[in-house]
């Protein structure tokens, strides 16, 4: 398996933010849709960041927003989560102006649509609030810097090795994917099916589906793809919600035992699929890793510590020393697998 694990970082991190949860009650407006954008700009100094997320109540982003607030936390700043509750960038868009307009340090935003916000962003950069993407990223010109999880050849090479690995190496394979116009979704698809062609010239891509990060969305999909495709025998699902939704059919499924599903996940919502053979092994990068080092990165541009020039460097906490790339990107690092020997290591 050529997938680096990362555990000593990731317990790290883990501890670190249940240590910051635990002392601050009620801290911030996570889980409700809109939230309060005035508490970016509150009195906690002028490091002031607010998450956007795709959408709220979405696992992954809770976790990268405890990430995000732990760091926060640390460095003496101000946290605040503000989002839709549905995945559209129009959604987005109405709480970049509001944001602009209070003056926030940062907006940390995971962008729906690459170019759709731009607008708002540029707006945003005018008027001197820093704009730092993670996860999903937009057109560069539109933000200060992007913090990518993993640079999607890895995440690409993670997912595709690790279906061949369950499937023999060769077969049909379908891909569930999230929104059509998922900016990280289609390049981790564009790279996946390059390295697969490249290096696993048996598996056979036989369908991308889009399931729009909706659960139930999801789970329909997954069983479309499963009564489309009689020799399918395996799901990648590149999205978190996805792949829980996909695990939460095939358990049940006539195709639990026959058809591998590997993808992105967390450990909590694919913890039982790992116990009861649905799922074998899945991959990740801790969400809450990146939302601390995006804090991380938000608050050095704030304070003038970097431009999200190429060759930047600046400290992030317990993960150490990162260094900025070209075209203003940060990467996280390399993607860990989960599987039944390290599961209950983790709790996000």
């Given at each position: 398996?050529?997938?680096?694990?990362?555990?000593?970082?990731?317990?790290?991190i883990t501890?670190?933010?249940?240590?910051?949860?635990a002392?601050?009650?009620?801290?911030?407006?996570?889980?409700?849709?809109?939230?309060?954008?005035d508490?970016?700009?509150?009195?906690?100094?002028?490091?002031?960041?607010?998450?956007?997320?795709?959408?709220?109540?979405n696992?992954?982003?809770?976790?990268?927003?405890?990430?995000?607030?732990?760091?926060?936390?640390?460095?003496?700043g101000?946290?605040?989560?503000?989002?839709?509750?549905?995945?559209?960038?129009?959604?987005?868009v109405?709480?970049?102006?509001?944001?602009?307009?209070?003056?926030?340090?940062?907006?940390?935003?995971?962008?729906?649509?690459?170019?759709a916000?731009?607008?708002?962003?540029?707006?945003?950069?005018?008027?001197?609030?820093?704009?730092?993407?993670?996860?999903?990223?937009?057109?560069?010109?539109?933000?200060?810097?992007?913090?990518?999880?993993a640079?999607?050849?890895?995440?690409?090479?993670?997912?595709?090795?690790?279906?061949?690995?369950?499937?023999?190496?060769?077969?049909?394979?379908?891909?569930?994917?999230?929104?059509?116009?998922?900016?990280?979704?289609?390049?981790?698809?564009?790279?996946?099916?390059?390295?697969?062609?490249?290096e696993?010239?048996?598996?056979?891509?036989?369908e991308?589906?889009?399931?729009?990060?909706?659960?139930?969305?999801?789970?329909?999909?997954?069983?479309?793809?499963?009564?489309?495709?009689?020799?399918?025998?395996?799901?990648?699902?590149?999205?978190?919600?996805?792949?829980?939704?996909?695990?939460?059919?095939?358990?049940?499924?006539?195709?639990?035992g026959?058809?591998?599903l590997?993808?992105?996940?967390?450990?909590?919502?694919?913890?039982?699929?790992?116990?009861?053979?649905?799922?074998?092994?899945?991959?990740?990068?801790?969400?809450?890793?990146?939302?601390?080092?995006?804090?991380?990165?938000?608050?050095?541009?704030i304070?003038?510590?970097?431009?999200?020039?190429?060759?930047?460097?600046?400290?992030?906490?317990?993960?150490?020393?990162?260094?900025?790339e070209?075209?203003?990107?940060?990467?996280?690092?390399?993607p860990?697998v989960?599987?039944?020997?390290?599961?209950?290591?983790?709790?996000?």
């Amino acid at each position: 398996m050529r997938i680096k694990n990362r555990v000593s970082s990731l317990a790290a991190i883990t501890a670190a933010t249940a240590l910051a949860l635990a002392a601050c009650s009620g801290g911030s407006d996570n889980g409700n849709e809109g939230g309060d954008a005035d508490a970016g700009a509150g009195d906690g100094g002028d490091v002031s960041v607010t998450f956007l997320p795709k959408n709220l109540g979405n696992p992954y982003f809770d976790a990268s927003s405890e990430g995000g607030e732990a760091a926060l936390e640390e460095i003496g700043g101000t946290f605040a989560e503000v989002g839709p509750s549905e995945a559209t960038p129009d959604a987005q868009v109405s709480y970049i102006n509001t944001l602009t307009q209070q003056q926030v340090g940062a907006i940390a935003v995971s962008a729906n649509d690459p170019t759709a916000i731009c607008d708002a962003l540029v707006e945003a950069k005018d008027a001197g609030v820093k704009v730092v993407t993670f996860d999903s990223d937009t057109d560069s010109e539109c933000r200060d810097l992007f913090i990518n999880q993993a640079d999607a050849d890895g995440i690409a090479r993670a997912q595709i090795d690790l279906i061949a690995d369950q499937i023999g190496g060769s077969g049909e394979i379908a891909i569930l994917s999230a929104a059509a116009n998922a900016t990280n979704q289609n390049a981790w698809i564009e790279k996946m099916e390059e390295y697969a062609a490249d290096e696993y010239p048996d598996l056979e891509i036989v369908e991308i589906a889009y399931g729009d990060d909706e659960d139930q969305m999801s789970f329909d999909k997954t069983a479309a793809l499963l009564q489309s495709h009689s020799d399918l025998k395996g799901i990648v699902s590149p999205t978190t919600v996805g792949m829980a939704a996909a695990a939460r059919y095939l358990s049940t499924s006539e195709y639990k035992g026959e058809v591998y599903l590997t993808g992105l996940g967390t450990p909590n919502q694919l913890r039982e699929y790992i116990e009861d053979g649905t799922v074998e092994a899945f991959a990740l990068w801790n969400p809450e890793e990146l939302g601390y080092l995006t804090a991380y990165a938000s608050a050095a541009l704030i304070n003038g510590e970097i431009t999200g020039e190429e060759g930047d460097t600046f400290s992030a906490g317990d993960l150490g020393e990162y260094t900025v790339e070209e075209d203003s990107v940060v990467v996280l690092g390399d993607p860990y697998v989960f599987d039944a020997d390290n599961i209950d290591e983790f709790d996000f």
